[in-house]
């Protein structure tokens, strides 16, 4: 095992058996699949090298959005409406400022205090703030605050709760157009961005690192998460693009971006990623990191395994070349023995086919997010279309009003019909301000509703990671087995020829064969323990995922609806009382809507 | 409660003091028209629609009546008055479209129906024309009666041609001025010149309003669609959350299902209030600028034909000056001639009166109209605001609630 193996040396400092450790949390996780979401934390939960990792729950989303609802500036919807949902967190407004959004916070929480207020006399709830921690206690979320919450009143960053969510915070910025010669010598124009790290964990702690990376690296920096935490979910990184990055659009950097840094802070706000050396020499490492030499490392590693598309099953999390050629021996010996295995129809236990089960459930789950994000996409683009028709009524009756201003000019105010032109003149106008000032509310309405949906669409690109993420497992099972079938066969091999021997055949050929079969055996079972300690890792790793998926979804999901019906709301009573200003400027005195009691008190509390 | 219907805005003016407040006064008439049942076959299918009035007219002879009419009917009602009141804004009837009819779909009878309504109404609150023998003979005529009416008139406008219409009228008057450019008359009949600006005023006023009524359409047609978003979104939430089997999500995300639903009925409500509340009375203004417009070809002409008289006459009266000074011309040709001023001098003084009359009335007419409208518009945009803001408000609350739903279900769902 190399020396970057972030596992450590197996076994070092552990006296538990691995086994019984993964026994114990079994039993706790799986609760995961009887619906209660209460779900009991170990003690103490142990890792399999008896290191105290806190399985806890980053306080943000599953991929660290820090539901970062960028809800400043008013950019097109065409951007929603073309990329799906894109990562509207960072909504092209280059919000430099780390993003607090304070404003927004304190605008929603207005909104629903507004809401509240005037539904009930009950003290005012503010809703959780998002950067903050919350107590993640078995009933998950609270939207209600615990008396006066800790975390109103300051400025909303690291609220005095130390450690977990805010440890690390990144930003990407400043894409930067370089040119350069790639490897044959031809001339190239690539991206570069300024990624920028503060934090306080322990083992990379820093109060302020730049540093410039370009695709490539983040390419990498994904490659080796894929490799070195096999079976934990890895955020996905964007697709390389070849020909958009020529055309330098701006849209295109901005999207980018935002994909970027969502993906750097999905690894930053994960709890076993973030420890990883390869992230912290990526946030950290000035210069070019093609030229650093424990980077060069950690390349070589996936550089081995990415030559075959069911590559690197061997390769232990640690990776090394050595055993490349093993690897190539292996692959086909493991599609061959894959057929033979689903023929076989082996038995699975317990927990496989749980597992199993749960890998449908996901591609369920991807399925039904697809379709909310589509609905979600239709109904902001209807938001912001009616915000456009809104315009055209405005503009139309402003239209009819200089026209009736026309008449009054040329006949007379103190006419009779210029009096009545007047009259309709100011009327047309106050209809037409109205209209224009709903259309902005209108338009408005149309990103922040998309923007508070956000969590749709990650959830969405996050669940082929998950399923990739168990079929790591299914494929280190895989692996199992083809290299038990191999290794029976290896035996009766070796017990044939340790029996009678073939006539003719000296005892030095026969002594031969037998050393060689036995070196045959010992290296196979060797592999098969290597194997089997792999499986437990990421079977592990898996059911640790899965609960910590299930948790985030239910505490971004119950965090998005809140959101969503609190930007509507916020939204609808803005409209509701512009048009109410507008009906008693019309009346010329103050009027009370038929049905409605109290003018202003259309939330009434329901008694 | 909805905010009053537009035609029950209807207000009774009476009064030329255009200072005077605009009240509503005990009207008049009331007429309902209801009921609207579809008769015969296929191709020769109709409505029929009962006609409901209560009255206190000192002409008719019962204070309620009722009968049965067809959109037939209500185009005669239309047809006679303008024929028999020029000058006058006769309300505009709704639109004869022929396709529509004959799918006759139950929005569309309602529609129509709703606008029947208010026709019938505006011309029982006309101040002329509420006492026309035509609207009495409408509202009580009993079946025979009415029978032997419309037969007559079918044969009428048959045998006759059309009332010009306004572009006709227009030519004929391009015509005329065409004639005495050429003939260079300097005396020229001329219009006065606010009724020009008013004129000119009023032929564009008809486009705006009618884009306006287009862009009420789109909007409403927006809410329908957005209702019908909400609805979609809500379905494919629920779904999502049922994944959760008995958890906390499905219920937050049936709490979704539920109220989003709830605002989007609302939101279909709005869209048909809307057509009802907003678009409608917007056709209708533009419809009434046809009828103003089919006045002020009326004035044309009757200005054209005085302008005609007066050339006719100054020509004959030439004629008869130049026999006059012409020795040895037969006398009972000079007699001739002299009678030839005299009737055109009758005729002369037929057309000024003529127009004149047209004039007054137009003049009346107009400042009526322009103070009615400027009311009615005034009302209609107060009450799609307000309806509106009561919508909006509904929403709002709506989405309240779901907050409220969704806090309880964390607090209450450990």
């Known amino acids: 095992m190399s020396a970057a193996d972030p596992l450590g040396p197996l076994g070092g400092g552990n006296t538990k058996d691995p086994l019984d450790e993964l026994d114990g949390l079994v039993g706790q996780s799986l609760n995961l699949f009887d619906g209660q979401s209460a779900v009991k934390f170990p003690e103490q939960p142990v890792d399999v090298f008896g290191t105290t990792a806190r399985a806890t729950v980053g306080n943000d989303n599953v991929i660290g959005q820090s539901m970062d609802l960028d809800l400043l500036g008013t950019p097109s919807i065409q951007q929603v409406a073309s990329g799906g949902l894109a990562r509207s967190n960072t909504y092209g407004q280059e919000a430099e400022i780390p993003l607090q959004n304070d404003e927004v916070q304190v605008g929603l929480a207005h909104a629903v205090e507004e809401v509240q207020a005037a539904s009930s006399s009950s003290p005012q709830n503010e809703p959780r703030r998002i950067e903050s921690r919350s107590e993640l206690g078995p009933s998950g979320y609270h939207l209600v605050a615990d008396g006066p919450s800790t975390s109103t009143g300051e400025g909303g960053a690291n609220t005095g709760h130390v450690a977990d969510a805010a440890l690390i915070r990144v930003w990407i910025r400043e894409p930067e157009r370089m040119d350069g010669t790639n490897k044959l010598g031809m001339r190239t124009t690539y991206f570069t961005y300024l990624v920028r790290t503060e934090s306080q964990l322990p083992g990379l702690h820093t109060d302020g690192s730049e540093v410039r990376r370009r695709f490539s690296e983040f390419d990498a920096l994904h490659k080796i998460m894929k490799l070195q935490y096999r079976g934990y979910i890895i955020p996905p990184l964007p697709e390389k693009s070849f020909i958009e990055a020529k055309i330098a659009h701006e849209d295109f950097l901005r999207l980018r971006r935002a994909d970027l840094q969502a993906f750097l802070r999905g690894i930053a706000s994960h709890p076993a990623l973030r420890e990883s050396e390869a992230l912290k020499l990526f946030l950290l490492q000035p210069g070019e990191l093609q030229y650093n030499p424990a980077w060069i490392v950690l390349l070589h590693s996936i550089g081995g395994s990415t030559e075959s598309t069911e590559g690197g099953l061997l390769t232990s999390p640690g990776g090394s070349s050595a055993t490349s050629k093993a690897v190539a021996g292996l692959n086909s010996l493991v599609s061959w023995v894959r057929h033979s295995v689903t023929s076989s129809r082996r038995e699975l236990d317990e927990d496989e086919q749980q597992l199993r089960h749960a890998k449908d459930l996901m591609r369920d789950l991807e399925r039904l997010l697809q379709l909310c994000c589509e609905s979600a996409r239709v109904m902001c683009t209807h938001m912001d279309s009616l915000g456009s028709d809104l315009y055209e009524l405005g503009r139309n009756m402003g239209m009819l009003s200089k026209w009736e201003e026309t008449l009054r000019a040329h006949v007379g105010s103190y006419t009779e019909a210029g009096f009545s032109a007047s009259k309709r003149a100011a009327d047309c106008k106050q209809l037409s301000f109205a209209s224009a000032r709903q259309h902005n509310l209108w338009k408005s309405a149309s990103v922040k509703t998309a923007a508070s949906l956000v969590a749709l669409h990650d959830y969405y690109i996050i669940m082929p990671e998950a399923v990739a993420a168990l079929e790591e497992r299914e494929r280190c099972l895989d692996q199992i087995h083809a290299l038990e079938a191999e290794l029976t066969a290896k035996h009766t091999d070796l017990n044939k020829s340790t029996g009678a021997g073939k006539a003719g055949s000296s005892a030095t050929s026969r002594d031969r064969r037998a050393y060689t079969l036995t070196n045959t055996v010992d290296r196979l079972e060797e592999q098969l323990k290597v194997c089997r300690d792999n499986y437990v890792l990421i079977k592990r790793r898996n059911l640790e995922e899965l609960r910590r998926l299930h948790l985030t979804r239910e505490k971004d999901f119950h965090e998005m609806m809140g959101h969503f019906s609190a930007v509507l709301a916020q939204l609808l009573q803005a409209s509701a009382d512009m048009w109410r200003t507008t009906a008693r400027q019309f009346a010329g005195e103050a009027v009370t809507p038929p049905g409605d009691s109290a003018g202003v008190g259309a939330l009434q509390a329901d008694d | ?414």
Not at chain 2, 28 to 40: H, L, M
Not at chain 2, 95 to 121: C, G, P
Not at chain 2, 201 to 213: F, M, Q, R
Not at chain 2, 272 to 299: C, G, H, Y
């Open chain 2, 1 to 414: 409660m909805d905010p009053p219907p537009y035609e029950s805005v209807l207000q009774d003016h009476g009064s030329n003091n255009f200072f005077s407040p605009v009240t509503a006064v005990s009207k008049e008439f009331e007429i309902e028209v209801a009921d609207p049942v579809k008769q015969g076959e296929s191709v020769a299918a109709y409505v029929s629609y009962k006609v409901r009035t209560k009255t206190t007219h000192v002409k008719y002879h019962a204070p309620f009546n009722e009968v049965t009419r067809r959109f037939r009917d209500f185009a005669w009602l239309h047809d006679k008055l303008v024929e028999k009141n020029k000058g006058h804004i006769v309300p505009p009837l709704p639109e004869k479209s022929a396709v529509q009819k004959y799918q006759m779909a139950t929005d569309f009878i309602e529609q129509r129906r709703r606008a029947l309504q208010v026709f019938v109404n505006r011309v029982a609150s006309h101040p002329v024309l509420k006492d026309s023998s035509e609207l009495e003979t409408f509202l009580q005529a009993n079946e025979e009666h009415w029978m032997l009416e419309i037969a007559k008139w079918q044969a009428e406008t048959s045998a006759q041609h059309r009332p010009v219409s306004a572009a006709a009228q227009w030519f004929k008057n391009l015509q005329h001025s065409a004639q005495s450019l050429v003939s260079g008359r300097a005396d020229e009949m001329q219009e006065d010149a606010e009724y020009i600006k008013i004129r000119d005023y009023i032929n564009s006023l008809e486009g705006h309003l009618t884009e306006a009524h287009r862009q009420a359409g789109r909007l409403l047609r927006k809410e329908a669609d957005l209702g019908a978003a909400l609805t979609e979104f809500a379905s494919a939430a629920e779904l999502l959350g049922k994944q959760d089997n008995e958890g906390p999500m499905r219920v937050a995300f049936g709490c979704l299902y539920t109220r989003a639903n709830e605002v989007a009925a609302l939101s279909r409500m709005r869209s048909e209030a809307i057509a009802v509340e907003f678009a409608a009375p917007l056709k209708e203004f533009a419809r009434t600028i046809k009828s103003v417009q089919v006045a002020m070809a009326d004035r044309a002409s009757a200005l054209s034909a005085y302008s005609q008289a007066k050339s006719d006459l100054d020509s004959k009266k030439v004629r008869l000056a130049k026999f006059r000074g012409t020795p040895g011309l037969k006398e009972d040709k000079i007699a001739e001639t002299e009678r030839d001023v005299n009737e055109a001098d009758q005729r002369l003084r037929n057309a000024k009166l003529g127009y004149e009359t047209i004039r007054d009335t137009m003049r009346e007419e107009l400042n009526r109209f322009q103070k009615e409208r400027a009311a009615e518009m005034s009302a209609v945009l107060r009450d799609f605001a307000l309806a509106q803001a009561h919508s909006t408000a509904e929403q709002a609350k709506g989405w309240g609630e779901l907050l409220r739903d969704l806090q309880q279900a964390a607090v209450g769902g450990s």
